[in-house]
């Protein structure tokens, strides 16, 4: 595999672990011209649903997408990558379940919400608070008082 870094097309795998679940391996590369590490994620190639926007507009689903969006949840908080990358391994698997060709994106958007509950209160009410579009701060109140409960 090519460096990230420096481009040079030879790295060396130092460690491999595979996940709890068995869904991914994780791989610790080494670069032999500039000895930098990094990770590679080893999953296997399935085709996720389409998803379906509010506008009828469908686009092709994107881990990275989804990634960017948990990440600025939760950032500045006490969740680790490992954390929420598991948290993606189980909206995908919940998403592959439904074995639809399409999904709305509203559907997906409760999938998010109910891992981000689980992983970090904070982060669910930044993610609620954009995803459902709140209005006024009765809305984003009702929401706060439904995570202390």
């Known amino acids: 595999m090519k460096c990230p870094f420096c481009s040079h097309p030879?790295?060396?795998?130092?460690?491999?672990?595979?996940?709890?679940?068995?869904?991914?391996?994780?791989?610790?590369?080494q670069c032999h011209a500039c000895d930098k590490r990094f990770t590679t994620y080893e999953r296997p190639d399935v085709t996720f649903p389409t998803i379906v926007k509010k506008d009828g507009q469908r686009v092709e689903y994107k881990r990275e997408k989804l990634l960017a969006s948990m990440q600025l949840a939760l950032r500045k908080r006490p969740v680790s990558t490992e954390?929420?990358?598991?948290?993606?391994?189980?909206?995908?698997?919940?998403?592959?379940?439904?074995?639809?060709?399409?999904?709305?994106?509203?559907?997906l958007g409760e999938l998010v919400m109910r891992e981000l509950k689980k992983l970090d209160q904070?982060?669910?009410?930044?993610?609620?608070?954009?995803?459902?579009?709140f209005e006024d701060i009765d809305e984003f109140k009702t929401l706060v008082d439904e995570v202390r409960k």
């Not at 998403?95 to 709305?104: F, K, M, P, S, T």
Request: hydrophobic share 35%; no cysteine; charged share 35%.
């Open 10 to 29: 030879d790295t060396q795998v130092v460690e491999t672990r595979v996940s709890e679940d068995g869904a991914f391996i994780r791989r610790r590369r």
């Open 83 to 107: 954390q929420i990358d598991s948290a993606i391994e189980r909206i995908e698997e919940k998403l592959l379940n439904l074995a639809q060709r399409e999904v709305a994106s509203n559907r």
């Open 122 to 133: 904070v982060g669910y009410v930044r993610f609620a608070s954009v995803y459902r579009s």
